[in-house]
């Protein structure tokens, strides 16, 4: 078995050859001479060769002493390199900056900080409720370490993993003559105002269903959707018009307004998804992973590009 050198034996050899003086190396090591000496010469036994030539006059390194000199410094300036690293990070808070899409129930991702408080209960977690298209653009820009974004959005360059899925279901007023059935097709709403989301919120969302109602050929009137779904239900249950909502949003019970399953859910739908930029380095995210795949189960890493 080959010997090995522990760094110990370094600093003693390091000390003797910086004072060229074992009685003064080992007042600077506050130890005595007669262990100190012995464990240069164990080291000269392990490197095969001598390291300091000893006479009356004092000690002077050999050859080979003062090339290990000069191994010696960097090895021991590299340990204590990588021990302020490992300190520094024991040290250090993980933080984390993450936008919500407000598109879907909040109540969805309330569980999300004491999950992740549960594994590291010094995380610094910043919540940021907003538009998927503003999450994904400060995404960008670096003023967010990840995303939980609805799906379809201009997501090109970003890594991407879908979570689960939200159907949409069919907001109708009370009164309706469709109001009574459990499930009913989109078609059945060709005569009905629909509120409906304007380009600019979400302009991937946007054109993805227009796309499918022309498709379908559904081309019913439409009203700029508000931007505060209990303004939206407050109008629906006035009788002026109907929505698509996630279902998760159901849970935002209003008088006078009903939900309907719709036969086409498996095309109209969110796709809920983690975004975060490709070359991501926060260590906070593998945490954020971790959880995330505990409540979802494994999904697969993709790069959605348009």
């Given at each position: 078995?080959?010997?090995?050198?522990?760094?110990?034996?370094?600093?003693?050899?390091?000390?003797?050859?910086?004072?060229?003086?074992?009685?003064?190396?080992?007042?600077?090591l506050s130890i005595t001479q007669p262990p100190l000496t012995r464990q240069i010469q164990a080291l000269e036994e392990t490197v095969g060769a001598r390291l300091f030539e000893r006479d009356r006059s004092g000690v002077v390194l050999t050859a080979t002493g003062t090339h290990l000199l000069k191994e010696a410094r960097k090895l021991l300036g590299d340990a204590d390199a990588m021990l302020a690293r490992v300190r520094q990070r024991a040290e250090q808070r993980l933080e984390l900056r993450l936008g919500i899409t407000t598109v879907l129930d909040p109540a969805l991702f309330t569980w999300l900080e004491g999950?992740?408080?549960?594994?590291?209960?010094a995380l610094q977690l910043t919540q940021k409720?907003?538009?998927?298209?503003?999450?994904?653009?400060?995404?960008?820009?670096?003023?967010?370490?990840?995303?939980?974004?609805?799906?379809p959005s201009e997501v090109a360059d970003l890594k991407v993993q879908r979570l689960f899925v939200d159907p949409l279901v069919a907001a109708l007023p009370r009164g309706h003559e469709l109001a009574r059935k459990k499930r009913i097709s989109l078609l059945d709403l060709s005569a009905d105002t629909?509120?409906?989301?304007?380009?600019?919120?979400?302009?991937?969302?946007?054109?993805?269903?227009?796309?499918?109602?022309?498709?379908?050929?559904?081309?019913?009137?439409?009203?700029?959707?508000p931007a505060d779904h209990h303004v939206m239900l407050g109008l629906i249950a006035?009788?002026?018009?109907?929505?698509?909502?996630?279902?998760?949003?159901k849970s935002m019970?209003?008088?006078?307004?009903?939900?309907?399953?719709?036969?086409?859910?498996?095309?109209?739908?969110?796709?809920?998804?983690?975004?975060?930029?490709?070359?991501?380095?926060n260590p906070?995210?593998?945490?954020?992973?971790?959880?995330?795949?505990?409540?979802?189960?494994?999904?697969?890493?993709?790069?959605?590009?348009r």
């Open positions: 078995m080959q010997a090995r050198v522990e760094l110990w034996q370094l600093q003693y050899f390091v000390a003797v050859a910086e004072e060229l003086s074992f009685r003064r190396a080992a007042e600077r999950a992740l408080k549960a594994r590291d209960p409720r907003q538009y998927s298209k503003q999450s994904v653009a400060d995404l960008r820009r670096g003023a967010l370490d990840a995303a939980l974004i609805g799906l629909l509120f409906w989301p304007q380009r600019r919120a979400n302009p991937a969302w946007f054109d993805h269903y227009e796309k499918l109602f022309r498709a379908w050929q559904f081309d019913p009137p439409r009203a700029a959707e006035a009788g002026e018009g109907v929505a698509l909502i996630p279902a998760s949003l019970s209003r008088e006078g307004v009903v939900y309907c399953e719709l036969k086409e859910h498996a095309d109209l739908r969110v796709d809920v998804a983690l975004a975060t930029l490709p070359d991501a380095a906070a995210l593998s945490l954020l992973m971790t959880v995330l795949r505990t409540r979802y189960g494994q999904a697969k890493l993709t790069s959605q590009r």
